[in-house]
């Protein structure tokens, strides 16, 4: 069976560290699925604020996101701090990747990766616009 890849960028733009609560263990104990894409949303959020932006307004218009892959590393247990650093990538007219790195703040050791595509949107008027002019350049400038 072919694997899902997410390759790391080069460099990354922000961090940020979340704590592992028992709500975001499933059944097996560990961290779940639908968790590590929760840790991203709130990395995101945290990462656009850092710019001066928010997910429903980066100059004028919004984001949303197109696809996401995950591929896990290990399991994640409760009590953990993740550290998530994120970078963005893949840039074009109307949107951009953000690939994540989720690993035990603690040990290093990797939980997951994560990558989301991003879409600049106009919510009034439904549809898929272009970047803002300074919205690249805010967001570290790759």
């Not at 922000?14 to 499933?26: A, G, K, Q, S, Y």
Request: aromatic share 10%; hydrophobic share 40%.
């Amino acid at each position: 069976m072919a694997r899902i890849r997410i390759d790391l960028p080069d460099r990354f733009n922000f961090e940020t560290i979340l704590p592992v609560r028992v709500t975001d263990l499933n059944y097996g104990n560990h961290v779940g699925n639908d968790t590590v894409l929760s840790f991203a949303h709130e990395a995101r959020v945290r990462f656009l604020e850092s710019a001066g932006f928010s997910e429903k307004d980066v100059g004028g218009v919004g984001l949303t996101m197109a696809d996401a892959a995950v591929v896990y590393g290990s399991q994640g247990r409760y009590g953990q701090h993740l550290r998530i650093q994120i970078g963005a990538v893949e840039w074009s007219r109307v949107s951009f990747d953000l690939v994540y790195v989720m690993c035990d703040d603690e040990t290093g050791r990797e939980v997951a990766r994560v990558k989301t595509g991003m879409v600049f949107f106009d919510y009034d008027h439904q549809k898929v616009v272009a970047m803002p002019a300074d919205f690249r350049s805010r967001l570290g400038g790759q």
